[in-house]
């Protein structure tokens, strides 16, 4: 992840377009289960989300340079 990237990935624009526009988009109505897998999570703004929804969420994040995300679910 670049600083951009990670820049873009922390914003409030990026929590709002989470928040907004990716349940409806890309989640739907769809039920998650109990448990979710997140490769990649980043800040953890989409494993915010994903947490809402589903009992248990493991977010896996292998780039050193991003923050450090607190558990979940």
Do not use: F, K, Q
């Amino acid at each position: 992840m670049n600083e951009e990237h990670l820049r873009l990935c922390a914003s409030a624009e990026w929590a709002a377009l989470v928040r907004e526009d990716l349940p409806p988009c890309v989640l739907g109505d769809d039920d998650l289960g109990d448990a979710v897998l997140e490769v990649g999570a980043g800040p953890g703004l989409v494993t915010d989300l994903l947490a809402e929804r589903a009992r248990h969420v493991t977010a896996v994040e292998i780039d050193e340079r991003s923050p450090t995300l607190c558990g979940s679910g």
